[in-house]
Every structure is written in structure tokens, then in C-alpha cells.
């Protein structure tokens, strides 16, 4: 009996290892907590500072402050007998005293826009250098063991934003998390294309596993942001440490962390190299492209608004949803829809997307005018990266070897470059320029560079070394011409 229900078990298990949906589920999971992390922290940085500064004020001051109260409390007593407009007064003071307290918090945190921005770039910036070094690990090793790592960096990221009581503690765990990131997103991908070969069946987890980063950036503010009203900062962040940590030990079981080491004789392809792969990096400079726009809009669209239409707060939040909402379901309606052949024509019909946002945006008359243009952006930016994954795949696959590590990280750096540079354009040219100039100059640039996704229709296949050679002779083979 008992060796039955064992082997009954270990039956399952082994079907729970074998389940391709598993690795999916498991990839979704991770990418969606990590980006509900990234984003549940900005709104709670700003309550943050403040708190912290409010705690930091002047001992002297607080012992005056009371000294004060304690002289109103005695005068209270000798006050002549109950007046309705005393009762008046003391509510509009209260009121007032309310007012003057926002406005000092809003003087503060203007001061401190730096430390804000400082957080959430520190993310993808490490990112961006991780990645130089996750992709040629993945393929030397395989995706289980790096994968894990990323989710374990995720796990205590997510601890030390719950516990940490100093903004230095939190810097640093953002810039931890960029590490983790790079580990889990480059891992999850690179695993993905492994278990699926077919082009069709790469597209729809491609489009599964993006529509998940859309839902944790659509879900991570409002999450922050209520979570930290009525739980606390440390509930809103251990919450999804548990839940990222429960992942891993799901992970453990699914792929038992191996290592897979290649022999000599199969040489990895260096991460160089494929940056030296001119369809890889057209491929890989329209995703940096498209994220400049978000990254842009991101940084700029808030304090636009305001000037513009003189939006209160409260709006300034919704001004992102569509754009979250596009990029999600374009990315989970796409994984569904088979692209075979025309990849490179969707991402091309995308790119003019994002040009045509870009474009209307400034001519908007009034908040609810910008949805469509943010709507847009979102939709064209799920058009892009859903068809460039798969591509990217294909490039490994026909032109080196089929270790996909390094072309996701390269894939991972171009999205972190976009959010690092669209911000970066923004801040300095709006010294020079408007809001609006800033945009139509990526109009110019998005409307230019669309062209050239053509080449990804036929690329050439082979290996480059031999592509050259062949160009050098003066002739190219049959075999590299055909599709």
C-alpha cells in the first residue's frame, strides 16, 4: 500500500516536472511579483521621506511645540463660558493648520525628487549590467540554477523594502533588485524557449509571460499605494516576499536545479559576438525605442498634465493605466492569435503605433483626450515586443548556436537602456524644449527607424563568420538566401 501511494506520487511529480504549462505558470509568476514590487514602491517612497523627516525635525522644536499646547490648554481653562463662533474658529484653524501641513509636505518632497527618481532608476540601471554577465552564465550553466538566484535576490529585496527603516536601506535594495531581475527575466525566458521550439508556441508563452510584467505595473500603485495606507509598509512588501519565496520552492520541484555544462567541443556563442549580429541589434534597438516612449512618458506626462490642464493628484495616477492596460491585453490577445511569417510586419505595424501617440498626444484638449493616445502607446508597445522575443529566438536558432541566454539579456538590456534614457532625455531636454518637442523628436526618430524592420522579414541565415566569408568571395550560397 505504501509503495503504491509512493509511487503513485512520484508519477505525479514526475508529470508536474515534464508539464510545459508549469514553466510558464512558474515564469508569469515571478515576472509579475517583480514587477508589482518594482512599482508598488512609488507611491510608497514619497509617504516614506516624509515620515522620515517629520521623525528627524528638531528635539528643540517639538519640546516648544508642546510647551505651546500646554499654554493653550491653560488659557482654555479661564476661556468665558461655550460661543458657537468659538467652535467656528477652532474648526477653520484646524483646517487650516491641515492646509499648511500639505503644502509643507509638497514643498518637501519637491526638494526631494532627486532621492525619488534615484530609486527607481537605480533598478534598471543595475540591470542593465547584470545582464552583461547573467546572459554567457545561462548559457554556460543552463537557466535552473540562475533562475532561482533571481528569485532569491527578488525574495530579500522584497524583505529589507518591508524592514528597512532608512533611505539608504532602500536604495540599495532597488539596485539589488535590478540583479535579481536580470537573473529571473533572462533565466524565465531563456527556459521558455528551450522547452518550446515551434514559432506559434513561442509566441503565445512570449505573449503570456509579458502579459504578466503589464498586469504588475497596471496592479503595483494601486496595490503600494493601499496596501501601505492600511497595512504598513512591512505587510505590503513580506506579502510579496512570502509569495515570491513560495514560487521558488515550486521552482525547486519542477526544475531540481542542475547544472548543465557544456562540453568543449560545444562552444557558447559570446555575447559580443551576438551584439556584432546586425539583426539581433535591429531587433534589439527598436525594443530600446519603444521603452524610451514609456520611459518619457513616465517622466514627463505628470508635471505635463498639471500645466496643461491643471490636474489635480488624484488624476495624475490614471494618466498610466491606459497605457498598462494596452500593453497587457495586446500582449495576452496576441499570444493566442498565430503570427508564423508576418512577426516582423506586426512590430512594424507597432513601431507606427507608437509613432501616432507620440504624435497626437500634445494636440490632447483635455485629460480624458489623452487616453486614446496612452491607450495606443501600450498597444503598439505590446505589438513590438511580442513579435520581437520570437524573432530573436529565431536569429539564435538559424545564425548561431541555440543558447538563448545572452540574446535575452541583450533583450533585457535594450528594455532597462529605454527606461534609463527616455527619463534622462526628458529631464534635460525640458531645460531647452517642451513637453511636446521631446515627444515629436521621437516621433522623428520611431518614423525613420521603422523601415529597417523590413530586413527582418528574410533574414539571412547561417552563421555571420560564414555570411562574411561568402560576401568577401563575391557570392553568397543558395542556402543563404533562401527564407
Not at 509617504?47 to 522620515?52: D, M, Q, R, Y
Not at 527575466?185 to 502579459?211: F, N, P, Q
Not at 559576438?273 to 514609456?294: C, E, H, Q
Not at 530586413?455 to 553568397?476: A, C, M, R, W, Y
Request: charged residues 10%; positive net charge.
Amino acid at each position: 500500500m505504501v509503495v503504491n501511494e509512493y509511487n503513485l506520487t512520484m508519477s505525479v511529480l514526475e508529470r508536474f516536472r515534464n508539464s510545459k504549462t508549469t514553466s510558464v505558470a512558474i515564469v508569469s509568476s515571478i515576472l509579475l511579483i517583480d514587477y508589482l514590487l518594482l512599482f508598488a514602491i512609488v507611491p510608497v517612497i514619497p509617504a516614506f521621506l516624509w515620515k522620515h523627516h517629520q521623525k528627524s525635525l528638531n528635539l528643540s522644536a517639538e519640546i516648544n511645540c508642546n510647551k505651546s499646547k500646554i499654554d493653550q490648554s491653560i488659557s482654555a481653562i479661564t476661556i468665558t463660558p461655550f460661543n458657537h463662533n468659538n467652535t467656528i474658529e477652532d474648526n477653520g484653524s484646524k483646517n487650516l493648520s491641515k492646509q499648511s501641513s500639505q503644502n509643507m509636505e509638497n514643498a518637501y518632497l519637491k526638494t526631494q525628487s532627486v532621492k525619488i527618481a534615484a530609486i527607481i532608476a537605480a533598478k534598471p540601471a543595475v540591470q542593465v549590467i547584470a545582464n552583461l554577465l547573467v546572459g554567457p552564465l545561462i548559457d554556460r550553466i543552463g537557466y535552473s540554477v540562475p533562475m532561482f538566484c533571481g528569485v532569491i535576490v527578488i525574495c530579500t529585496t522584497a524583505t529589507t523594502f518591508g524592514l528597512g527603516q532608512s533611505y539608504a536601506v532602500l536604495l540599495v535594495s532597488a539596485a539589488i533588485q535590478g540583479i535579481g531581475s536580470a537573473f529571473a527575466m533572462a533565466g524565465g525566458i531563456a527556459m521558455l524557449m528551450r522547452k518550446y521550439t515551434e514559432d506559434e508556441e513561442r509566441g503565445k508563452v512570449i505573449g503570456l509571460s509579458l502579459g504578466a510584467i503589464g498586469i504588475g505595473s497596471i496592479a503595483g500603485p494601486p496595490y503600494g499605494s493601499v496596501m501601505n495606507a492600511f497595512a504598513g509598509k512591512a505587510t505590503t512588501f513580506l506579502l510579496l516576499g512570502g509569495i515570491i519565496a513560495a514560487i521558488g520552492i515550486f521552482q525547486v520541484f519542477y526544475s531540481r536545479l542542475k547544472i548543465e555544462r557544456k562540453s568543449e567541443s560545444e562552444k557558447v556563442t559570446s555575447l559580443w559576438k551576438l551584439l556584432a549580429d546586425p539583426y539581433i541589434i535591429l531587433a534589439a534597438t527598436s525594443l530600446m525605442l519603444v521603452n524610451i516612449g514609456f520611459g518619457i512618458f513616465n517622466s514627463g506626462l505628470p508635471a505635463w498634465l498639471i500645466q496643461r490642464f491643471n490636474s489635480p493628484k488624484w488624476m495624475l495616477s490614471l494618466a498610466f493605466i491606459p497605457v498598462c492596460i494596452g500593453y497587457a491585453v495586446t500582449t495576452n490577445v496576441l499570444s493566442f492569435i498565430p503570427m508564423r511569417n508576418m512577426r516582423w510586419l506586426v512590430a512594424l505595424v507597432g513601431t507606427y503605433m507608437s509613432v501616432a501617440a507620440c504624435l497626437s498626444l500634445p494636440f490632447s484638449t483635455s485629460f480624458a483626450a489623452t487616453i486614446g493616445p496612452t491607450l495606443i502607446l501600450g498597444i503598439g508597445c505590446g505589438l513590438i515586443e511580442v513579435n520581437i522575443y520570437p524573432i530573436l529566438a529565431i536569429l539564435v536558432d538559424t545564425r548561431h548556436k541555440s543558447d538563448y541566454g545572452s540574446v535575452y539579456a541583450i533583450a533585457d538590456i535594450s528594455i532597462c537602456l529605454g527606461f534609463i534614457i527616455g527619463p534622462l532625455l526628458t529631464g534635460s531636454l525640458l531645460q531647452l524644449i517642451s513637453f511636446s518637442w521631446v515627444l515629436w523628436m521621437l516621433t522623428i526618430v520611431l518614423f525613420l527607424y521603422a523601415p529597417f524592420l523590413v530586413f527582418l522579414k528574410k533574414p539571412i541565415q547561417g552563421k555571420p563568420d560564414q555570411e562574411t566569408e561568402s560576401l568577401l568571395n563575391g557570392s553568397v550560397s543558395a542556402k543563404n538566401v533562401e527564407e
